[in-house]
């Protein structure tokens, strides 16, 4: 398959434009979202909506991610991750394969309708993540695109995925909340250096490849400018795969928890990687793609 994004393979870092679509199927009245929020999406590359899950819902998901961390112990080892030079844990992948909630939660209709109708066509969980970004010691994500890693390490073809992040604790201005430059998803910014092998192993503390130039970095945030989406817990920040973000550190007391989850379309399904020897594991990029079927109604309990 031709690469139509090539990155970490040349000497010098390029901006290059974005070839596909952001917004996958025109808006109509029948969208799970309102005009206004598709265009922004469009042109801004993300979108907050807030209280999309209500507070016995957001309690239900506070207590299985306190279970989750609570007991490492009954998960995968693989899939968690723990803070550079710490012990605490700093995300633990694959959470919908490890928890009947939050594979209940992943299937929402406000979360995977949205996807679909924002990706135009059905969608499939490539990863999910619980960013748990403790108190004091939480460190930063640095500035990146997801899409580049999922292109040149995972093998996904084109720009047709995005981010949800799920706010279970409060994000304020302090603890470190996810910033992002609005509209720098329509830029394609190549990295230098070649992947190494099991770079994952390193990458998801602290990324060394696939980081953008801070020339073009400056560049993009005079352009673009840099906004930092806050909200409650319930609230949900939705972000296209190839917008340039990252977060701060935490050494507030107040840990951030979110919970990610990345939907590709099934169109979009992962082919060999466009830059590494092997594929990254799958509790980091799930190759299969099996349709997501949507499920309404309130996060309950006893339905779980
Ligand atoms: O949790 C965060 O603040 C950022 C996470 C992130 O950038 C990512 O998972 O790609």
């Known amino acids: 398959m031709q690469d139509l994004y090539p990155s970490r393979c040349s000497a010098r870092a390029e901006v290059l434009p974005r070839i596909d679509p952001v917004l996958?199927?025109?808006?109509?009245?029948?969208?799970?979202?309102?005009?206004?929020?598709?265009?922004?999406?469009?042109?801004?590359?993300?979108?907050?909506?807030?209280?999309?899950?209500?507070?016995?819902?957001?309690?239900?998901?506070?207590?299985?991610?306190?279970?989750?961390?609570?007991?490492?112990?009954?998960?995968?080892?693989?899939?968690?991750?723990?803070?550079?030079g710490g012990d605490e844990v700093r995300s633990i992948f694959r959470i919908h394969e490890q928890s009947a909630r939050v594979a209940r939660l992943v299937a929402d209709d406000r979360l995977a309708g949205v996807a679909r109708f924002l990706l135009g066509d059905d969608v499939y969980v490539h990863q999910s993540r619980l960013n748990y970004k403790p108190g004091f010691r939480g460190r930063e994500f640095y500035w990146h695109s997801d899409f580049e890693t999922w292109h040149v390490e995972d093998g996904m073809p084109r720009m047709r995925a995005l981010s949800m992040s799920i706010l279970l604790a409060p994000n304020t201005p302090n603890n470190g909340p996810l910033m992002v430059m609005p509209g720098s998803h329509r830029k394609?910014?190549?990295?230098?250096?070649?992947?190494?092998?099991?770079?994952?192993?390193?990458?998801?503390?602290?990324?060394?490849?696939?980081?953008?130039?801070?020339?073009?970095?400056?560049?993009?945030?005079?352009?673009?400018?840099?906004?930092?989406?806050?909200?409650?817990?319930?609230?949900?920040?939705?972000?296209?795969?190839?917008?340039?973000?990252?977060?701060?550190?935490?050494?507030?007391?107040?840990?951030?928890?979110?919970?990610?989850?990345?939907?590709?379309?099934?169109?979009?399904?992962?082919?060999?990687?466009?830059?590494?020897?092997?594929?990254?594991?799958?509790?980091?990029?799930?190759?299969?793609?099996?349709?997501?079927?949507?499920?309404?109604?309130?996060?309950?309990?006893?339905?779980?």
Not at 57 to 76: G, I, M, W
Not at 221 to 233: C, L, M, S
Not at 271 to 286: D, N, S, Y
Request: net charge negative; charged share 20%; proline share 9%.
């Open 24 to 84: 996958h199927r025109n808006w109509d009245v029948a969208a799970p979202l309102d005009r206004e929020q598709a265009v922004q999406f469009d042109e801004e590359g993300y979108l907050v909506l807030e209280n999309v899950f209500s507070n016995d819902e957001v309690k239900l998901l506070q207590a299985e991610t306190k279970k989750l961390l609570a007991d490492p112990s009954v998960l995968d080892p693989y899939t968690i991750v723990t803070e550079p």
């Open 188 to 304: 394609y910014v190549t990295c230098v250096g070649e992947t190494p092998d099991k770079h994952y192993l390193t990458s998801l503390k602290k990324q060394e490849y696939g980081v953008p130039d801070e020339a073009i970095l400056t560049e993009l945030a005079n352009e673009h400018g840099i906004v930092a989406p806050v909200g409650a817990p319930g609230t949900v920040v939705i972000f296209d795969c190839n917008l340039m973000h990252g977060s701060n550190g935490n050494i507030t007391p107040f840990p951030r928890s979110n919970a990610f989850v990345v939907y590709n379309a099934v169109s979009n399904r992962l082919v060999r990687p466009f830059g590494a020897k092997e594929p990254r594991p799958l509790f980091i990029a799930a190759r299969e793609a099996e349709p997501l079927r949507p499920v309404s109604g309130p996060l309950m309990e006893a339905a779980i």
